[in-house]
């Protein structure tokens, strides 16, 4: 029998924010792209699903200033600039070693280009997408937040992803935006190289991709449509 408290459990989704805030060797700053945050955030909060957000360093996380710009505001992004409660969130965001998979039903990863440089590496964050995957949970990415996936592998020592149609900030994106020869890899490359069946839609355009547990999405304008796809997996836990 199902309890009442069982009933009413809310749905739990972590986030994972990228901790790096420096754009290669340009000197000038990056982080976390604010709209791939703020739409899918309140997305789940408006549902009623607990959020948590957490980074590899733990405390605060680096919006990447560029996001901040005018042309690139949403009514999410300008709902999150008058909200203290969820500025709070991400002045003090709890530290991703710390975090276990248990406690939630679903992972989002959120772009910028900041993963690239430490969530494509970050060993607690390649064991807690191995321990959602294993335990067949949603795993879910967008625009950069894919650069999690580039070296998480199966218990057979295979990558993840190999086989599986994902999508991801795609190379002519990145061309457009001049930092081809400043991120690390090209993502898209590299989720190839891994054995990703890589699928894209016209460049800026909403598109997101569902393979199983996997959930991905191209670009900023795709976070909503990931947010819409991994609450229907989660809105009846």
């Not at 939630?104 to 910028?112: E, H, R, T």
């Not at 690239?116 to 950069?144: E, T």
């Not at 937040?145 to 998480?152: D, M, R, S, W």
């Amino acid at each position: 029998m199902i309890s009442v408290a069982q009933k009413n459990k809310k749905a739990k989704v972590l986030f994972v924010l990228t901790s790096h805030n420096t754009l290669g060797n340009t000197g000038r700053p990056t982080g976390f792209w604010i709209e791939e945050f703020a739409t899918p955030y309140y997305y789940f909060a408006d549902r009623g699903v607990d959020v948590v957000v957490a980074t590899p360093k733990g405390g605060p996380a680096p919006i990447d200033p560029k996001s901040n710009e005018p042309a690139f505001q949403t009514e999410a992004t300008k709902r999150y600039f008058k909200d203290p409660a969820t500025q709070k969130v991400l002045s003090s965001t709890v530290k991703l070693s710390t975090v276990e998979e248990n406690d939630f039903d679903a992972v989002f990863y959120p772009g910028g280009h900041g993963p690239m440089w430490d969530l494509a590496n970050d060993k607690n964050s390649i064991r807690l997408i191995q321990a959602f995957y294993g335990h067949n949970k949603p795993v879910a990415f967008v625009c950069h937040g894919p650069a999690a996936l580039v070296n998480v592998k199966d218990r057979s020592g295979n990558y993840l992803i190999s086989g599986k149609r994902l999508t991801s900030f795609c190379n002519t994106e990145e061309e457009a935006v001049q930092l081809s020869g400043v991120v690390p890899f090209p993502l898209e490359s590299r989720l190839k190289e891994r054995g990703a069946i890589y699928v894209k839609a016209a460049d800026w355009s909403s598109f997101a991709l569902e393979d199983g547990n996997f959930i991905t999405g191209q670009n900023p304008q795709s976070s909503e449509l990931v947010a819409e796809k991994l609450y229907a997996r989660i809105k009846n836990k």
